[in-house]
C-alpha cells in the first residue's frame, strides 16, 4: 500500500502509521525541509563547507536571523572590490516569485519588511549556452532525484534531465528585465518558452565548450547531489531528514553553472544548486518520457532499476 501525505500531515502522522499500519509505503521523509527550504538548505551546505558553506551552493544569508553578518559580508566585499550582486528570495516560494536582484544594500535590508527571505550571491560568471537566434544566454538545469532510503543513504538520479533558458542575452544590468535574468518562463505570459532535448543539449553544449565533456560536468553535479543528501542526513531529526523506514521521496534539484578555479587555478565549470523541490510538477517528464512514473515507481517501491534510466549516486 502507498499513502500520499501533504507536508503538513506527515511528522504527525509517521509514528501512529509505524504502530497501526507498519506495511503502508509514504511518498515523503519527515523533516525533508532541511533541503527543501531555502534557509535551512544553507545551514546544511555550512555542515560541508564551513560558514561560507558548499562550493556548489551560492553563500546565503537569512535576512531575519544573519543579517548583521550579511551586512558585515558585503561591506567587506565592497572594501576588496568584489563583486557584489545579491537576489533576494523568499525561503519557500519558487517559479521566481517575490525575487528580487540589485547590489543595493539599503535595498536588500527594506526585504525583510516582506515576506521571509533569504539573500544568495549573483552568479556574476554563469555559464551561458548560445542561442543562435538570441545569442549567449542564461540557463539551468532540473535533475529529479529519488531517494530511497535514508540509513543506508540510497539515491539515485534520473537520467534525462530538463532544461530552462532565458529569452534575452545576459549581462550585469537591467535586473528589472526578468526574460534576461530568469528562465523560467513556464508561467510567464506572453514570454517564448525554449524548449531543448537534453539528447539535443548535449551535443550542442559540447560543441561551445570543447573542453569540459557533459560526461565530467555531470560526474560534478552527481557529487554535489551526493554531498547535499549525505549532509542533510547526517544528523538525527528534527536536524537531518528523518531516517523512517517506510519513506520514499521524489525531489527536483534546480542548479546553474557558473565559473570558478580549481586549486591548481585551472578554469572550471563548478555547480551552483539553487533550490529543491518536493513532489515537483512533471508534466514535461511524463509528456516526453511516458514511462517517467513507472521508472520512479520502480526504483523507489519495487527496488527494481532493470532498464530504468536513473544513476545510484548514494
Not at 539573500?119 to 538570441?134: N, W
Request: aromatic letters at 14%; one cysteine or more.
Amino acid at each position: 500500500h502507498l499513502t500520499l501525505l501533504s507536508p503538513f500531515l506527515l511528522t504527525s502522522c509517521c509514528r501512529k502509521l509505524s504502530e497501526e499500519r507498519p506495511h503502508v509505503l509514504l511518498n515523503q521523509f519527515p523533516c525533508e525541509t532541511m533541503v527543501t527550504v531555502k534557509d535551512c538548505l544553507a545551514s546544511v551546505a555550512r555542515r560541508v563547507g564551513g560558514t561560507e558553506g558548499a562550493k556548489w551552493l551560492p553563500r546565503t544569508f537569512n535576512l531575519k536571523t544573519e543579517l548583521p553578518q550579511f551586512i558585515s559580508h558585503y561591506q567587506q566585499n565592497q572594501e576588496r572590490g568584489q563583486d557584489n550582486h545579491w537576489i533576494c528570495k523568499p525561503w519557500n516560494l519558487a517559479r521566481g516569485l517575490d525575487t528580487h536582484i540589485t547590489n543595493n544594500l539599503n535595498y536588500v535590508i527594506r526585504q525583510r519588511e516582506s515576506t521571509p527571505k533569504v539573500v544568495c550571491k549573483y552568479l556574476e560568471k554563469p555559464v551561458l549556452f548560445e542561442r543562435q537566434e538570441v545569442g549567449p544566454v542564461k540557463f539551468d538545469i532540473r535533475y529529479i532525484v529519488l531517494l530511497r532510503s535514508v540509513q543506508p543513504l540510497q539515491l539515485y538520479a534520473y537520467n534525462v534531465f530538463w532544461l530552462r533558458f532565458s529569452n534575452r542575452p545576459f549581462s550585469l544590468d537591467h535586473f528589472d528585465d526578468y526574460q534576461k535574468h530568469f528562465t523560467v518562463m513556464n508561467y510567464t505570459e506572453g514570454a517564448q518558452l525554449k524548449q531543448v532535448h537534453y539528447d539535443d543539449f548535449i551535443p550542442q553544449f559540447e560543441k561551445q565548450y570543447p573542453e569540459y565533456p557533459w560526461k565530467d560536468v555531470q560526474e560534478g553535479l552527481f557529487q554535489s547531489f551526493a554531498e547535499l543528501f549525505q549532509a542533510a542526513c547526517s544528523r538525527p531529526a528534527p536536524y537531518g531528514i528523518c531516517a523512517y523506514p517506510a519513506s520514499r521521496a521524489v525531489y527536483a534539484i534546480d542548479l546553474m553553472l557558473k565559473w570558478d578555479a580549481n586549486a591548481e587555478g585551472e578554469r572550471i565549470m563548478q555547480p551552483q544548486i539553487l533550490e529543491v523541490n518536493f513532489s515537483p510538477d512533471c508534466a514535461r517528464a511524463c509528456k516526453y518520457h511516458p514511462s517517467f512514473y513507472d521508472d520512479v515507481f520502480r526504483t523507489l517501491f519495487l527496488d527494481d532499476t532493470q532498464g530504468c534510466p536513473v544513476t545510484r549516486i548514494v
